[in-house]
T-cell receptor
Framework: DSGVTQTPKHLITATGQRVTLRCSPR?????VYWYQQSLDQGLQFLIH???????AKGNILERFSAQQFPDLHSELNLSSLELGDSALYFC??????????????????FGPGTRLTVL | DQQVKQNSPSLSVQEGRISILNCDYT??????FLWYKKYPAEGPTFLIS?????DKNEDGRFTVFLNKSAKHLSLHIVPSQPGDSAVYFC????????????FGKGTRLHILP
């Protein structure tokens, strides 16, 4: 158990709809990262939040948005869903508060993922 | 443009032998590299990492080698055990420059009895 929780575990919805995926980081971690894993694809980095602020963006579509709340949990919002958005969405956390500025900042702890199916 | 490439989608190795998983990268700004292991229906878990100031890092049965001039790294598992059967992801980051980690597509390792 990584200490990172993601809800829901599975989500089935229709094209054109909007969904929200939720992530609770490990206790004390300030960073939340979102990834998408499609069939035959690696983990595609979407976005990184650190202590409530956006720190880096990857291949995130304009239809997708994310935020990190004061309690450090994060939500990934996916709108105008298309069939191609069906994928596993992982959240990872890292960078515990008070950690030294060391390489260990880049170690991430992944949640179990949310499987999104768009029909 | 794939900056981190794992060219072998799968690999089969006899139990007890050495497993070697390879990874190539294109971005010369990458200075920190990680390997993650993933079982079905679970999130990836961190395995081992290496900074660009080193060429080798060892942790038990796992050793990562980095060849900066070739922009190549490899993960050695010896001896291979049945529980090592999983998908292995190579990842890289430009630690001081930005806050994202780029993953490869993964290599599925099968340990044969």
């Amino acid at each position: 158990d990584s200490g990172v929780t993601q809800t829901p575990k599975h989500l089935i919805t229709a094209t054109g709809q909007r969904v929200t995926l939720r992530c609770s980081p490990r206790s004390g971690d300030l960073s939340v990262y979102w990834y998408q894993q499609s069939l035959d694809q690696g983990l595609q980095f979407l976005i990184h939040y650190y202590n409530g602020e956006e720190r880096a963006k990857g291949n995130i579509l304009e239809r997708f948005s994310a935020q990190q709340f004061p309690d450090l949990h994060s939500e990934l919002n996916l709108s105008s869903l298309e069939l191609g958005d069906s994928a596993l969405y992982f959240c990872a956390s890292g960078r515990p508060r008070g950690a030294p500025t060391a390489i260990s900042y880049n170690e991430q702890f992944f949640g179990p993922g949310t499987r999104l199916t768009v029909l | 443009d794939q900056q981190v490439k794992q060219n072998s989608p799968s690999l089969s190795v006899q139990e007890g032998r050495i497993s070697i998983l390879n990874c190539d990268y294109t971005n010369s700004m990458f200075d920190y590299f990680l390997w993650y292991k993933k079982y079905p229906a679970e999130g990836p878990t961190f395995l081992i990492s290496i900074s660009s100031i080193k060429d080798k890092n060892e942790d038990g049965r796992f050793t990562v080698f980095l060849n900066k001039s070739a922009k190549h790294l490899s993960l050695h598992i010896v001896p291979s055990q049945p529980g090592d059967s999983a998908v292995y992801f190579c990842a890289a980051s430009a630690y001081e420059r930005d806050d994202k980690i780029i993953f490869g597509k993964g290599t599925r390792l099968h340990i044969l009895p």
